[in-house]
């Protein structure tokens, strides 16, 4: 056989580049990490890849990553706030901007909401790929999260730029940058796992966005966390599921530097580093242990 070198750089036959058996899948989150490393050189070229081809054939290309949420926010701003009059929530310095208060939310949920639904659906889209070409089953998958980093990045700057044209922007408004990384990590993680079985069952994406969407209902993005207060009646278990669960702490955590110019508690910061590592290493791990096998059988 002729030598071909590998997406790794490494020199090999060409049958090589054939191989999509779990005899050679890395069943460990750890092995498969050390894998994924090997072939950073292709994760770089595919997240290039697809930040090129996102918006190809479109006249305003990557300014529709800003004029979606912008357009998103100026909907739900005229009919929560105009149209149904739901209570602005005022911040600790007497600002009072439901916009401002929206945004700040929709910044972080979109991290999660955009990495796991993007991730989730991308396993099948590289099956056909991996049976002419090897590379771990897990590259494909950073390197489209890595694109929706930088996709999602840039509605952080706008959201900056829309608070610091008010004179709302303070130091504070750095914990962004950790809520956002806590978001993606756990849509990356919740994105693997459900990635396998929306392999074999097509119904997981589509009751998956079922729950994207009912999550922007049942989450602190349009309405504050404190009305929820006293609002169960004779279900008061409810209360801290829909204000305590990760996702709602994780929009307050971002929110409380950008709207509110508070510092998280060390609570907050451990409780979400604790649930954003364990979704990663649970999902990595399931992915790793089922990507080959499913695969073989598509």
């Known amino acids: 056989m002729t030598a071909i070198e590998r997406p790794d750089g490494a020199m090999g036959r060409s049958d090589d580049l054939t191989i999509f058996s779990s005899d050679s899948a ?12 090997k072939f950073r050189g292709f994760i770089s070229y595919m997240t290039k890849r697809e930040l090129r081809t996102t918006y190809t054939r479109s006249y305003l290309g990557w300014i529709w990553s800003l004029l979606n949420p912008i357009a998103e926010v100026a909907i739900y701003t005229l009919v929560f706030s105009v149209l149904l009059d739901i209570s602005r929530p005022t911040s600790p310095n007497g600002f009072d ?12 949920w979109g991290f999660y909401r955009m990495v796991s639904s993007k991730v989730l659906s991308n396993f099948m889209g590289t ?4 049976r002419k070409l ?5 590259a494909a998958a950073l390197s489209t999260a890595l694109s929706t980093l930088v996709e999602a990045s840039l509605l952080l700057v706008v959201v900056s730029i829309f608070f610091a044209a008010w004179g709302q922007l303070s130091i504070h408004a750095i914990i962004v940058i950790p809520a956002a990384i806590f978001a993606a990590t756990s849509g990356l993680g919740v994105g693997l796992a459900l990635s396998v079985a929306n392999s074999k069952y097509r119904d997981i994406s589509y009751l998956y966005t079922i729950c994207l969407r009912l999550g922007f209902y049942l989450l602190p993005l349009i309405w504050p966390i404190e009305s929820a207060t006293g609002r169960f009646g004779s279900f008061p278990w409810l209360e801290p599921i829909i204000t305590s669960n990760p996702f709602a702490k994780m929009i307050e955590f971002g929110r409380s530097g950008m709207m509110y110019q508070q510092w998280p508690s ?3 910061w451990l409780y979400l580093s604790i649930f954003s590592a364990a979704t990663i290493v649970i999902g990595w791990t399931i992915f790793a242990r089922s990507s080959a096998d499913v695969a073989e059988g598509l």
């Open 127 to 130: 099956v056909r790929l991996r």
């Open 134 to 138: 090897y590379f771990p089953p897990v």
């Open 26 to 37: 890395s069943t460990t989150m750890v092995a498969s990490a050390k894998e994924a490393w």
């Open 97 to 108: 901007s439901f916009p401002h208060f929206l945004m700040s939310g929709i910044a972080i």
């Open 266 to 268: 060390l609570g907050d």
